[in-house]
C-alpha cells in the first residue's frame, strides 16, 4: 500500500467540486487517511513547490494558491502515487485525457484544479508538510 499527497486548489473549491473529486478517489478504491480544509500562507506554498521558485510562473502559482481554501488530503492504495496522478491527468487541461479530473474540472495549466505527489520521495515530503503522525489515520 502507497500514501499520496492531494490538493484540492482554490479553483476547484470554489466551484464547489470537492465532492465531484473526492468521490472519484474513493470510486477508485482509495482510502482517505488523512483531510483538512485550510488556506495557505505564502511560506507554506514556497515550501510545497521548492522547486519551482524561480520558474517565471512561480509567483503567479504562489499567488493562486494562497488565494482561497484548499482541501489537503492523503490517499492510501495500492500503486496509490501513479494511479492518482493518472486520474488528474496532464498538467494542462487541453491535454489531460478525458475523463480525468483536469479535463472535467481545471480552467487551464495553471489553475488546474488537483495537485498530487510524482513520486515517493515528493509523496513522504509533502504528506508531513501538510499533516502530522496524530492527524493521519492509518
Ligand atoms: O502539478 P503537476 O505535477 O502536474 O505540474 P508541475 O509541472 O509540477 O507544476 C506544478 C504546478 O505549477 C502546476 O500544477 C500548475 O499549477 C503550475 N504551473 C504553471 O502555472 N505554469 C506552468 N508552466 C507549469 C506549472
Ligand atoms: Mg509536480
Known amino acids: 500500500m ?3 499527497l492531494v490538493l484540492i486548489k482554490p479553483d476547484a473549491f470554489q466551484k464547489h467540486h470537492t465532492g465531484d473529486i473526492i468521490r472519484i478517489y474513493e470510486q477508485e478504491g482509495f482510502r482517505i487517511v488523512a483531510m483538512k480544509l485550510m488556506q495557505m500562507t505564502r511560506k ?3 515550501k510545497h513547490y521548492v522547486e519551482h521558485i524561480g520558474r517565471p510562473y512561480y509567483d503567479d502559482l504562489e499567488t493562486f494558491m494562497t ?4 482541501v489537503a488530503m492523503v490517499l492510501e492504495g495500492e500503486d496509490a502515487i501513479a494511479r492518482v496522478r493518472r486520474l ?4 494542462n487541461p487541453a491535454e489531460a485525457e478525458e475523463g480525468t479530473i483536469r479535463k472535467l474540472y481545471a480552467e487551464s495549466g495553471s489553475r488546474n484544479a488537483v495537485h498530487a505527489s510524482d513520486s515517493p520521495e515528493s509523496a513522504a515530503r509533502e504528506i508531513h508538510i501538510f499533516f502530522n503522525e496524530t492527524e493521519l489515520f492509518d
Open 88 to 91: 488528474n491527468g496532464k498538467t
Open 2 to 4: 502507497e500514501k499520496t
Open 67 to 70: 488565494s482561497a481554501p484548499i
Open 44 to 46: 507554506l506554498a514556497a
